[in-house]
């Protein structure tokens, strides 16, 4: 007992007194000049899917999340570099995750997933580092942990890398410059979730390794249980992923005015009502009236080589319309008359929600022209 209080008190003093400076200068920029850059990270990708429900698995819906809060951020604050640390289905070891954000001498950190558990759990919940408190969230941080059980080299790598209670405590010693600003960023986000109706769970503390690495101000994100039916199908929903990206990024924004000592009218991430709007109003597969003559923008979302239903899991519930060419039946969402830019507009929307290789293709007269011509056309 003696030697392991002595093994934790050296540990402390290892930490605090050799490393005391080691992440200051980001809080210290960040206090001075506010907050410029932002690293998000959407946890999991490719080979590694994350938590999964019936319907859908954990990387495709925080991709999803990410992607729209790092559009809220860039329109609402021009001047804060968004860095992510995937935009698509790729793996990203979990090490390179925060080497990314430490090189980038980022002001904040946002690690967004989705969590696992019985049926019967639901509700969302921000983690800093610490120790954690009960069982389950110790299993949700050896649950995200085992991204690196897809990692090349894996135990050769992580050989000797210690998350034990002395060394996450060492580490919060060193990292305690920041846990302040984690905590209020966590809490204001989860203020924000309940505001939206979410069953809140509160800010905790757990030994997540992408956190243990991070030297700034870092939090990390659960959206919601995929293995609670109720929550899966809300979140793979993409009026929902719109309405949880907001309720991080009006957090955020909380968190903003804080650090940089100023009042705001805490309001949407801009094209919040538009996106939503776009998501109840977009046609039916069967119902859209076109007139003679005019040239129509719409917003390519999947291609087929057989007819797919309009509930397909494909289509990440949005409206859709089918027209044939080439052999193949192929989709598009929104219909856009003589309007090129919404309709850019919304297949940037289109590529936040998941779909990556969302394009525009104009038509007239019932068949599809070049985007050349379309776009010529319209302006006449």
């Known amino acids: 007992m003696r030697s392991k209080i002595f093994k934790t008190l050296l540990l402390i003093v290892v930490f605090g007194l050799v490393f005391p400076l080691f992440g200051k200068t980001n809080l210290d920029k960040a206090l001075s000049s506010g907050i410029n850059v932002v690293v998000i990270d959407p946890g999991h990708g490719g080979k590694d899917p994350g938590c999964h ?46 080497k990314i954000a430490n090189e980038a001498n980022a002001d904040v950190f946002i690690s967004i997933h989705a969590n696992a558990a019985s049926s019967a759990a639901y509700g969302a919940e921000t983690y800093v580092l610490g120790l954690h408190r009960t ?28 998350l034990s209670p002395d060394a996450i405590i060492a580490r919060q010693i060193q990292l305690s410059v920041f846990l302040n600003q984690s905590i209020s960023l966590a809490s204001k986000i989860q203020n924000n979730f309940a505001a939206i109706g979410r069953r809140d769970r509160g800010v905790k503390q757990a030994g997540f390794l992408v956190l243990y690495k991070t030297t700034m101000p870092s939090i990390l994100v659960e959206t919601g249980f995929l293995t609670n039916p109720e929550e899966e199908k809300f979140l793979n929903d993409p009026v929902n992923q719109i309405k949880m990206a907001n309720s991080i990024f009006k957090g955020f924004q909380e968190y903003v005015a804080e650090i940089e000592g100023v009042n ?31 040239v129509y923008f719409k917003v390519q979302v999947e291609t087929s080589r057989t007819p797919l239903p309009a509930d397909h899991d494909r289509f990440r519930n949005i409206n859709v319309q089918e027209y044939q060419e080439d052999g193949l039946y192929k989709y598009t969402s929104g219909v856009f008359e003589n309007d090129f830019n919404s309709a850019n507009h919304y297949k940037n929307q289109m590529r936040s929600l998941g779909f990556e290789h969302a394009f525009v293709v104009g038509f007239m007269n019932g068949k599809r022209i ?6 010529r056309l319209s302006k006449k």
């Open 53 to 98: 429900g019936a319907i859908t698995n954990e990387k495709n819906v925080v991709l999803a999340i990410g992607l729209k809060l790092g559009e809220y951020i860039k329109s609402r604050y021009p001047h804060i570099e968004v860095i992510y640390t995937r935009k698509d289905d790729t793996f990203v070891e979990l090490g390179e995750r925060a």
């Open 135 to 162: 069982k389950s969230q110790e299993e949700v941080a050896k649950r995200e942990n085992s991204t690196i059980l897809f990692e090349k080299d894996s135990e050769e790598k992580y050989k000797g890398f210690d």
């Open 264 to 294: 705001v009218l805490v309001e949407n991430g801009k094209g919040f009502e538009a996106s939503i709007q776009a998501m109840q109003d977009a046609p039916t597969k069967e119902v859209v009236k076109e007139e003679r003559n005019i």
């Open 370 to 375: 070049s985007i050349d011509d379309a776009i």
